[in-house]
């Protein structure tokens, strides 16, 4: 070959045993012989700076790209299949929820006391609302107008469960059957909205326009709020559930609520209904049948307004156990108010009427209210005092008016004293003076001193919640040196024990504890758990199952004992302070009491009895705020029902 035919010579090139002569278009190959070869370049490529590092590092990172790409399709596949299945079934299917028959509540002779009405809600799924701005707003202006909503009122229900982008949100409820279908017709164009199918409660017990003290005890619905929601969704609710949000509806909310069914839809991508994929059918909740007798409830509740109206008095409550086994026969708090207000929803000035009320009808006295207890707290500080040994039923102490300690002066509530006073005599005329010795002790007598007080009166129930199946239930309150050395920053003095002795002082109690310490005296010394559940009927009413009562404590005081403190509580009738009863055609047994709270305020009246004496079946307990006084008290209360009662 001759060099003529390359166009320009670049240099040498030398590697091993050869020489590249290399030109601008070809190479020339010389061997060690001196043979020349001529290659053109762009076709054979000799030498390279392509090194092994480089090629090991090349490698490395297809390897990890690779590994990259395989672990995010595993976390995809795996960890959050789920999810994107979830999602992409949610483009073609739409599941609706179908509301299962609420239980019904009945008083305990059967009669119903709630029912059902079909209604229908406005329903929307956030998922299948667009997800540009504009097209949202578009949606949610026409959904407003169309539901005679504010557009913020709907995107604060939207924002409010944000979370709950897959299930159903109630943007309007208690819809008639023809606003309903109005609605339908206007929004069919709109995405993810839908017309579902529930019921509304109603409590059959009173009329439309007005109050029961039933409703303290039924309690009503309400909407879900985003906290309830959070803490109920793993129990299967949804955004556009209802649930009770007091009394027996919010107790045995899991029995009466049943179990919901569901519908699954195929759709298209407007979010249209094609074609039904699968159905569930709901399952009703359970009946609760309750220990109360709706007749008694009525009554009490009559004879207790009447007192009211009639004293000019607003505030008052009452409570009727059955003493054999702690069931609740009735149970009153006034004022009271219409939970049917509450049944789709109460509208706001409703209830504003409600809370800006100063008499608070909201409110449940019965078990919610503590007061002072005045001297109905006496017969548990009797017994007390027996079963402690520092007294015998013959034990007296003389009472000239009032006893004096240093500079100050506790007295009887009346002048001049009660004379030679026993057990018996002291619970028939309250005499304060008895249980001054007996609690905080005086002169040569040693008392029981606030600590063994504090401690009987936990064993009645006192302090502490007794645990009726209501929500809302109170504690009430007894004081003791440290409470008094820590919070009122004050030494504990001997009148502060005798303060508690009379109950008065920082003693709190509720009507239900009262009744409830007076059924445990009556009944010879079982203290059993108040209730107001007697059974629960499945949803075919096939099956009843009774509740068992519950003993809380049982002979922690001896019989003898608890026969004195019976025997002056039925001296109170026969020639003492509730006399007033002894003409009543059953024998009955009771305790007054007078509360001072307030300089400024007449004190609460209170009266706790029970009947018949010999083979007590009923314990009624009455309490009237700032009722003091001959014709307001609660012992009239008390007499006309027990007259009432005897007939019934």
């Known amino acids: 070959m001759k060099s003529s035919i390359f166009k320009k010579f670049t240099g040498k090139i030398f590697s091993n045993n050869s020489i590249y002569n290399a030109y601008d278009d070809s190479v020339i190959f010389e061997t060690a012989s001196g043979k020349q070869i001529a290659t053109p370049i762009g076709k054979t490529h000799i030498g390279t700076n392509f090194t092994k590092k480089k090629a090991n590092l090349f490698i490395f990172f297809v390897i990890a790209t690779v590994f990259i790409i395989v672990a995010r399709l595993y976390y995809l596949q795996i960890f ?49 609302l667009p997800d540009n701005k504009a097209d949202l707003d578009k949606v949610v202006s026409k959904l407003a107008v169309i539901t005679s909503s504010t557009e913020s009122d709907i995107f604060d229900t939207l924002n409010e469960f944000s979370d709950y982008l897959y299930e159903s949100i109630i943007i309007k409820e208690d819809l008639d059957y023809d606003t309903a279908l109005s609605i339908q017709i206007k929004s069919a164009d709109l995405p993810g909205l839908y017309i579902q199918r529930g019921s509304k409660r109603l409590y059959t017990y009173v009329n439309l326009d007005e109050r029961s003290s039933m409703a303290h005890i039924i309690g009503y619905l309400g909407k879900l709020d985003r906290k309830q929601l959070d803490a109920f969704y793993e129990l299967g609710y949804l955004p556009s559930d209802i649930a009770g949000q007091t009394g027996i509806e919010k107790q045995y909310e899991k029995l009466l609520r049943g179990v919901y069914g569901e519908i699954v839809y195929e759709v298209d991508a407007l979010g249209h209904e094609q074609n039904v994929l699968s159905e569930t059918a709901p399952k009703s909740g359970d009946h609760i049948k309750l220990t109360i007798d709706l007749n008694i409830q009525k009554k009490l509740e009559e004879i207790l307004q ?34 049917n207000d509450f049944s789709g929803g109460i509208d706001f000035e409703t209830y504003k009427k409600y809370t800006e009320d100063k008499d608070n009808p909201l409110f449940n006295r019965a078990v919610a209210g503590s007061y002072p207890s005045g001297s109905t707290i006496k017969p548990a500080i009797a017994v007390s005092a027996l079963e402690d040994g520092i007294i015998t039923k013959n034990t007296s102490f003389l009472s000239v008016g009032g006893i004096s300690v240093d500079p100050w002066f506790f007295p009887d509530w009346q002048a001049g004293g009660h004379g030679r006073t026993n057990v018996r005599y002291s619970l028939a005329w309250s005499v304060n003076t008895f249980y001054y010795y007996i609690g905080g002790g005086y002169e040569n007598f040693t008392g029981l001193g606030i600590d063994k007080i504090k401690e009987y009166l936990n064993l009645f129930g006192f302090g502490k919640k ?14 003791s040196k440290e409470w008094k050395e820590e919070v009122k920053k004050e030494k504990w003095y001997i009148g502060d ?38 059974s629960i009927v499945d949803s075919d009413y096939l099956e009843e199952k009774t509740q068992e009562k519950e003993i809380i404590l049982k002979d922690f005081i001896q019989k003898d004992h608890l026969k004195t403190v019976r025997e002056g509580m039925r001296d109170c009738v026969v020639y003492g302070s509730c006399r007033r009863l002894a003409s009543s055609p059953i024998e009955t047994a009771g305790k007054t009491g007078t509360a001072q709270w307030s300089s400024n305020n007449d004190p609460h009246s209170w009266y706790t009895s029970f009947a018949p004496y010999d083979d007590p079946s009923v314990v009624l307990t009455v309490l009237i705020e700032e009722g003091a006084g001959e014709s307001s008290s609660a012992v009239p209360v008390a007499d006309e029902f027990y007259r009432w009662w005897y007939y019934y």
């Open 80 to 128: 959050q299949g789920s999810q994107y299945l979830n999602i992409a079934k949610g483009n073609r299917e739409k599941k609706i929820p179908i509301v299962s028959e609420r239980g019904h509540i009945l008083d305990r002779n059967g009669v119903q006391l709630t029912e059902n009405i079909p209604n229908f809600s406005l329903a929307l799924t956030p998922s299948e």
């Open 306 to 339: 009447k007192n009211l109206d009639a004293n000019k008095k607003k505030r008052g409550s009452a409570v009727v156990m059955n003493p054999k086994n702690g069931e609740i026969l009735a149970l009153v708090s006034l004022p009271t108010y219409n939970n």
């Open 466 to 479: 007794l645990g009726i199946d209501l929500p809302g239930e109170n504690s009430g309150f007894l004081p």
């Open 497 to 534: 024990t005798y303060n508690v002795s009379i109950g008065q002082g920082d003693v709190l109690v509720t009507p239900l504890q009262i009744a409830s310490m007076t059924a445990t005296i009556a009944n010879g010394g079982t203290f059993y758990k108040p209730k107001l559940l007697k």
